[in-house]
């Protein structure tokens, strides 16, 4: 019996035993699916962020390009517009070229470099006009074929330490072939900034890094930044994924630091440039799994009667850890979103008051932006920032629970520039269609809002000066027919007051005819002047000698009570024609004696061009200006004259006292001189023309 | 008295010329084009030539040239509309030539220009250079800048 108890008792334990050993199995293996579960979802998390990371940063990248590509492609079609010449246009060009650098921010220099690789312009300081690229990559590749499109070379090392990118299109000739190219260079400063932001310069565990698709490391951020690593060897596996136009993402070991990242590739839009993504995921998927084993420990340890439980406490806390560790991912998602786009992010709720604007620290005016806007519409923090039409627009759209795109806000940054922002919002609604609210994005679109302005006023210019060289041409021709028509009219008119009987109506007569004829020889020879095809040579002169000497002559047609003041501030040499200098002098005096009715002054002054004169001006930040200004106290003129005073024949004086040719070979005469004209004049306020000639070189050198 | 040939396209230009010599007791002899010009010179002397720069069938500087071959050392006045531009062989051509009178010019200057060029004396350009004021000389092609 008590052997059979034994015996009994002796299987329930067993059956206890093995029941306890079963249910811990079980534990064990239903933790270990957990754990691989939560291993695989993380590894798709991870993947997933690895792969938008290298959209994000790369389309920030292709955006950075191609506002780089679409400066040189305004210069480029600038350039090889029909008729332009670019030498003539080249002070214009010149400012262009600034212009737009100051927008890109970051550029260290635009310029043109002709078809033999010589550079012709370079708005960056310090590079010679005698520089010649022509082993560059950027230019042999346009130079071989003709579809090279936007070339990108670098990094490429300057005398200074300084790396370069440099990013090149093709000028074509007006029968398509290469004339040279116009090319911007960049610092690699600037760039690898730009991926060290996108990036998340403070995550160690991304690392960024831009290859060429000859190996070369353009750029490189995270941990393992200054290794030194030039190039990354051919039979890398890295090389190969992207030879095989690998999306990722991918295991692999780090080329720079050996270090194994989950890692993703973006292509560089139409570029050989390949951007490669690294995150590190063993810092996180490994402390969610070590939590999982340990808890699956405990219920092997605990007791089979609540195993049930902790069964249920293993999948519920499993379940929370995963949900845990994927809400950071996805945060840590959306915050590589966030600092990765130039963009940000708001939320508005249904009384339409800010509750949520994204933080994109480092900007020139978000950081205030969003203190100023939480509680308040976006009227109420903006107002004064867009027009009472605009805003009465887009607030209907917000009345009518409207989405809206590129609403504009004009409002000063932190360094008093004004930025345009451009806003763009949906509504929100409920699961019942009760409204909730907007959401929506914000854009700085300052530079693209200014590149679009520069161009315009370039195109402006560019018409306003074809439109004369149009004129001047077709002026050219009818003066070389006059020309040749005066000469009969002068000698036989001349012959026959020689041949006629003295102080018979014959000889008053054909006198006459030679004043005349005398008279329309020198309106043709105006003509010519602005036509600019009759050429005098261009020597150095001290503007200001040849000034006073001009201002002499003109004062002999000055009334007594008009008063002609002169100053000059030294020497200034410049490369010019005297006799021309003298014909700007004694028209626009002239010009201005007329301009003042009665009593009055005309001041007349010489200068080296100024900062300001500059900045009021327009003119391009490059070479040193002399200013010849000549200003009259007289009636001045309004816009609409103002626009026309420069084209041949306008004029306002009564017929028979102006030829309107004044003032076109005035424009004519400093067009050849590479010079560059304004008028600054308002009715009742007078006229001040303010004429740029470049100085010539010895002078610049002296300074 | 000089026996000169006119080069002109213009038949109204040469008439008037024909008067300007003939009042100054000159025989003038006439051609519309380069190739007339030679023609002419291949069957009677002249002892001046007047020529455009721009004919109709060739131009001035290549005219200049085969004058030059036909006739080496016969005096050349040329006159110009102020229009062309002076390539640098085009300049050493007009080397050895007289002055370069610009369209439309005084009678007295055509009669010094045409004397001076028959006497080899140095080309000056008094109505060329110095601008005054109301009627500015604009530089005007002037053979002189190019010598």
């Known amino acids: 019996m008590s052997f059979v108890k034994a015996a009994h008792a002796g299987r329930a334990r067993s059956i206890i035993l093995l029941l306890a050993a079963f ?38 990248l292709d955006r950075g390009f191609a506002s780089i590509d679409v400066a040189l492609g305004v210069i480029v079609e600038r350039v090889t517009e029909p008729g332009t010449d670019i030498l003539r246009h080249l002070p214009a060009l010149v400012w262009f070229l600034h212009s737009i650098e100051g927008h890109l921010a970051g550029l260290q220099g635009i310029g043109l470099v002709d078809a033999d690789g ?10 010679g006009a005698r520089a010649n690229v022509a082993h560059r990559r950027y230019y042999t590749d346009h130079r071989a074929r003709s579809d090279a499109g936007l070339v990108i070379d670098g990094p490429i090392a300057t005398a200074d330490g300084t790396e370069l990118m440099v990013f090149a299109q093709r000028l074509p000739a007006r029968d398509g072939s290469f004339d040279g190219i116009a090319r911007a260079a960049v610092t690699t400063d600037r760039l690898r900034a730009l991926l060290a932001r996108a990036a998340g310069a403070d995550d160690p565990a991304v690392a960024a890094t831009l290859l060429r698709d000859d190996g070369t490391i353009v750029m490189r951020t995270g941990r393992a930044r200054a290794t030194g690593l030039a190039a990354v060897p051919a039979e890398h596996p890295l090389r190969r994924a992207i030879a095989a136009a690998a999306r990722g993402p991918l295991a692999l070991a780090d080329p720079v630091d050996d270090v194994a990242r989950l890692t993703g590739f973006y292509r560089l839009r139409g570029q050989p440039f390949t951007l490669v993504v690294g995150v590190d995921r063993a810092a996180t998927t490994e402390r969610t799994a070590g939590a999982i084993v340990r808890d699956a420990v405990g219920v092997l340890l605990g007791v089979a009667a609540i195993a049930a439980l902790a069964w249920w406490l293993i999948r519920a806390f499993g379940e929370s850890a995963r949900l845990a560790a994927r809400l950071a991912v996805s945060e840590a998602r959306f915050r590589d979103f966030a600092a990765a786009s130039s963009d940000w992010h708001w939320e508005q709720d249904a009384d339409l008051r800010f509750t949520f604007v994204s933080d994109v620290g480092g900007a020139t005016f978000r950081g205030d932006l969003a203190r100023d806007l939480y509680g308040k519409t976006r009227r109420e923090a903006n107002a004064p920032y867009a027009s009472a039409a605009d805003w009465a627009r887009h607030e209907a759209d917000l009345a009518a629970r409207r989405a809206f795109r590129d609403f504009r806000l004009r409002r000063p940054a932190r360094d008093g520039r004004i930025c345009t922002v451009a806003i763009n919002g949906v509504p929100i609604f409920d699961a019942a269609a009760g409204f909730k609210g907007y959401r929506g994005t914000g854009t700085d679109i300052t530079r693209l809002v200014e590149i679009e302005e520069a161009k315009r006023t370039l195109e402006v210019e560019l018409q306003q000066s074809q439109k004369l060289e149009s004129l001047g041409t077709l002026a050219g021709g009818i003066a070389h027919d006059f020309n040749n028509a005066l000469v009969p009219i002068l000698a036989l008119a001349q012959t026959w007051a020689k041949r006629a009987d003295p102080d018979s109506r014959l000889q008053q007569d054909m006198t006459r005819v030679v004043a005349a004829a005398r008279h329309s020889r020198d309106i043709v020879r105006k003509i ?3 036509s600019r095809r009759e050429e005098g040579t261009l020597e150095p002169i001290d503007l200001a000698a040849c000034v006073g000497e001009a201002v002499s002559l003109a004062r002999l047609g000055v009334p007594p009570d008009i008063a002609l003041a ?30 003042i009715a009665g009593s009055g002054s005309i001041a007349v002054a010489v200068a080296l061009a100024g900062e300001r004169e500059r900045a009021a001006h327009d003119l391009a930040a490059g070479g040193p200006l002399a200013l010849l200004r000549i200003a009259d106290s007289g009636c001045g003129m309004d816009g609409a004259t103002m626009a026309r005073i420069f084209e041949p024949y306008f004029t306002t004086k009564p017929v028979g006292v102006g030829t309107g040719l004044g003032l076109a070979a005035v424009h004519g005469i400093v067009a050849r001189h590479r010079g560059q004209i304004r008028v600054d004049s308002a009715p ?20 | 008295m000089l026996r000169v040939l006119i080069i002109d396209q213009d038949p109204m230009v040469r008439y008037a010329l024909r008067l300007v010599l003939e009042d100054q007791g000159h025989a003038v002899l006439e051609a519309a084009s380069g190739a007339a010009a030679l023609a002419t010179l291949g069957r009677a002397t002249a002892d001046a030539v007047i020529t455009d720069m721009i004919l109709p069938d060739m131009k001035g500087a290549a005219t200049i040239r085969a004058i030059r071959a036909q006739a080496p050392g016969l005096p050349i006045l040329t006159m110009s509309s102020g229009q062309h531009a002076f390539a640098p062989d085009a300049a050493r051509d007009f080397a050895a030539v007289g002055d370069l009178l610009a369209k439309p010019f005084e009678t007295d200057e055509l009669i010094d220009a045409l004397a001076r060029t028959v006497h080899r004396q140095p080309a000056s350009m008094p109505a060329l250079g110095a601008p005054a004021l109301g009627a500015p000389a604009l530089g005007a092609p002037a053979f002189g800048a190019l010598a």
């Open chain 1, 23 to 60: 249910v811990s199995a079980a534990m064990m293996a239903l933790a270990w699916i957990d754990v691989a579960r939560t291993r695989a979802q993380e590894a798709a998390d991870a993947a997933e962020r690895v792969e938008h990371l290298a959209i994000a940063i790369g389309t920030d």
């Open chain 1, 118 to 127: 010589n550079v012709r312009v370079d708005t960056a300081p310090g590079v």
């Open chain 1, 528 to 530: 010519l002047a602005f």
């Open chain 1, 566 to 595: 002169e100053r000059y501030d030294g020497a200034l040499t410049v490369l010019a024609d005297r006799s021309q200098i003298v014909q700007i002098v004694t028209n626009m005096v002239a010009n201005a004696v007329h301009a």
């Open chain 1, 684 to 703: 009742g306020a007078g006229t001040a023309f303010s004429i740029y000639l470049p100085l010539a070189v010895e002078t610049r050198q002296a300074a």
